[in-house]
Nanobody, 128 residues
């Protein structure tokens, strides 16, 4: 059974930083995708950043370019999202997600594909 647990959310003033973490377990394939999503009240869910098992990472949301960085610990089942220069519009519930990929699925499936496994989410609130 795949499990994901987020931590590190909280309240911060605009311009501040937060580091989200996600501990995951239960993935059985060596090839997989990990991602951070967020959803603000009344808005659609957004894919923020993705990284695959080869550590190929990218932001998938223009508004977080040069502010957010996704990373994964080597040899450890920990995913992170370093968020700097936070803005009030970054306020949302942040979710980590995982999905295993097939032997012929390239990195693009992490960018545009569906994610099968989800954490419970951690709230990030940025005040002005």
């Amino acid at each position: 059974q795949v499990r994901l647990q987020e931590s590190g959310g909280g309240s911060v003033q605009a311009g501040g930083s937060l580091r989200l973490s996600c501990t995951f377990s239960g993935l059985t394939r060596q090839r997989y995708c990990l991602a951070w999503f967020r959803q603000a009240p009344g808005k659609t869910r957004e894919r923020v950043a993705v990284i695959d098992n080869d550590h190929i990472a990218e932001n998938t949301l223009d508004s977080v370019a040069d502010r957010f960085t996704i990373s994964k610990d080597n040899g450890e089942n920990n995913l992170h999202l370093q968020m700097n220069k936070l803005r009030p519009e970054d306020t949302a519930m942040y979710y980590c997600a995982a999905s295993e990929r097939g032997p012929y699925d390239d990195h693009e499936v992490c960018v545009g594909g569906e994610y099968k496994h989800w954490g419970q989410g951690t709230q990030v609130t940025v005040s002005s």
